[in-house]
């Protein structure tokens, strides 16, 4: 499983990115599309994420702000984030659950990371 990130940069507080990852998952089927994020000194938390039936759930700190939403043809999950804070600043790891067709034994993947810095 391959996961290819990309929209990270600087943006000002209140402006907008868009980060899109492109996943590659031969022999599994792809369950579950998300966004993790990083802040400096901080743990790893969950953003958002989308499930495969269509239901999303996000965190309390960025509801009303961004908006998960994939393509499932494509494999491609997307973040639109809005109304930026300087909070949201960090790594921000695309995730997937994958089932593999074979044993329908479950995984977990993370991309590479792409930053978001948003100055105030």
């Known amino acids: 499983v391959q996961l290819q990130a990309s929209g990270g940069g600087l943006v000002q507080a209140g402006g907008s990115l868009r980060l899109s990852c492109a996943a590659s998952a031969t022999g599994f089927r792809i369950t579950n599309m998300g966004w993790y994020r990083q802040a400096p000194g901080k743990q790893r938390e969950l953003v958002a994420v989308?499930?495969?039936?269509?239901?999303?759930n996000y965190a309390d700190s960025v509801k009303d702000r961004f908006t998960i939403s994939r393509d499932n043809a494509k494999n491609t999950v997307f973040l639109q984030m809005n109304s930026l804070k300087p909070e949201d600043t960090g790594v921000y790891y695309c995730?997937?659950?994958?089932?593999?067709?074979?044993?329908?034994?479950?995984?977990?993947?993370w991309g590479q990371g792409t930053l978001v810095t948003v100055s105030s």
């Open positions: 995730y997937v659950m994958v089932r593999r067709l074979n044993d329908y034994s479950e995984y977990d993947y």
């Open positions: 989308a499930v495969s039936g269509g239901t999303t």
